[in-house]
């Protein structure tokens, strides 16, 4: 398994505004992935993250909005950009060791935007 | 494309009861399965997963899950339900291994009364 801490884990933020999660990993990861978890909802993935690339957005995810760092094997952030109340959600991060495609997740942003 | 979904957005059980959460999942290829379990206000664990190995996938917490190809099902199941099963479930389908992008159902939420 893999101990992913994410920062910070829960915020409420005022719209027009930003916030940069922070997502901590034990031990070196190629694969990081991001995904938000609106209110009752399932996950939908926003991007992947690899080290040493940029990160590749799925369709409704834009660069702009949802910027994506990855500046190691550990670390990565993830910043919700000129937020709405729309954007209120769970934001996650998981790793992918690469054994048999394993995600595992950290405990999740918790972020209401007013 | 693949897809998943989970034939139930609610189950209830009585403790002690025995639970089964049902998943059908549509790939074009043989594809990684997975059960994700959500307690409120917690990160997604792992309950088990199935890699074309054997097809009856033992977890933790006494879930396991069965790999029916001929039904396209991977549905949970655990003999006896207790208090504390009482959460959130998604059935994962495992894309390409060279994305490592998962693709989620919409979630079962499991009620165990006493």
């Known amino acids: 398994s893999a101990v992913i801490s994410q920062k910070p884990s829960r915020d409420i933020c005022q719209r027009g505004t930003s916030l940069t999660i922070q997502c901590q990993v034990d031990s070196q990861v190629t694969m990081m992935f991001w995904y938000r978890q609106q209110p009752g909802q399932s996950l939908t993935l926003i991007a992947t993250?690899?080290?040493?690339?940029?990160?590749?957005?799925e369709s409704g995810f834009v660069i702009d909005k949802f910027p994506i760092s990855r500046p190691n094997l550990t670390f990565s952030t993830l910043t919700v950009s000129n937020m709405s109340p729309e954007d209120s959600s769970i934001y996650l991060c998981?790793?992918?060791?690469?054994?048999?495609?394993?995600?595992?997740f950290g405990p999740g942003t918790r972020l209401l935007v007013l | 494309a693949q897809s998943v979904t989970q034939l139930d957005s609610h189950v209830s059980v009585s403790e002690g009861t025995p639970v089964l959460l049902r998943c059908n999942y549509s790939s074009s290829y043989s594809p990684s399965l997975f059960w994700y379990v959500q307690h409120p206000n917690k990160g997604l664990q792992l309950l088990l997963k199935?890699?074309?190995?054997?097809?009856l996938v033992k977890g933790i917490n006494g879930f396991e899950a069965e790999f029916k190809k001929s039904e396209t099902s991977f549905h949970l199941t655990k003999p006896s339900a207790h208090m504390s099963d009482a959460a959130e479930y998604f059935c994962v389908c495992g894309g390409s291994s060279n994305t490592g992008k998962l693709i989620f159902g919409q979630g079962t939420t499991l009620q165990v009364k006493p």
């Open positions: 998981s790793v992918d060791r690469g054994l048999s495609e394993t995600q595992y």
């Open positions: 993250a690899n080290q040493g690339s940029e990160a590749t957005y």
């Open positions: 199935y890699t074309s190995a054997a097809t």
